[in-house]
């Protein structure tokens, strides 16, 4: 690949919207590495801060049902998540965190936060503030031009399960 310095004129949102998400990725799988989790494993908990079914975890998370099972079964085996049954309805499991799971997400959102902070740290807070009001107001808008076609019962959206952040 081409590493050449780019101008500020041959730089377009969208490579650098993908940039963004390329480096907050790798942060994202590096933080949670350090707490022995994966990439997946963390995203599955952050998640699980609200109850979900494994259906609507898998929806969110764009992968089959089999593998959110799958990641499910990993981390309930460490005691960070638990499956019960739904309330009013039996035939169905919704997955919560035990509390050293919620202990978990509180620690890798910090460390998150903490990465953060010393990135934008010489930004004034205006500057962050604004920054924070565009990143949601395109994270809205692709929300909405993904948005599923409407079902029986609606989904989670991404910007519901990101609320606790």
Not at 30 to 46: I, K, M, P
Not at 55 to 74: F, K, P, Q, T, Y
Request: proline share 4%; glycine share 6%.
């Amino acid at each position: 690949m081409n590493e050449r310095a780019r101008s500020p004129e041959d730089v377009s949102l969208t490579r650098g919207l993908v940039h963004v998400m390329l480096a907050m990725n790798a942060t994202y799988t590096r933080v949670s590495r350090e707490l022995g989790l994966t990439a997946q494993q963390a995203e599955l908990l952050c998640l699980a801060q609200r109850r979900a079914s494994v259906g609507e975890l898998a929806h969110i998370m764009s992968c089959d049902r089999s593998n959110v099972s799958r990641l499910l079964d990993r981390v309930a085996g460490r005691g960070l998540v638990a499956r019960r049954d739904a309330e009013g309805d039996g035939r169905m499991r919704v997955v919560e965190l035990s509390d050293e799971g919620q202990e978990l997400v509180d620690r890798f959102t910090e460390r998150l936060g903490a990465e953060t902070q010393r990135l934008f740290g010489t930004w004034s807070e205006p500057e962050q503030r604004e920054l924070a009001l565009k990143l949601n107001e395109i994270a809205n808008t692709l929300d909405a031009s993904n948005a599923p076609a409407p079902q029986r019962r609606p989904a989670p959206s991404l910007d519901s399960a990101l609320e606790a952040f």
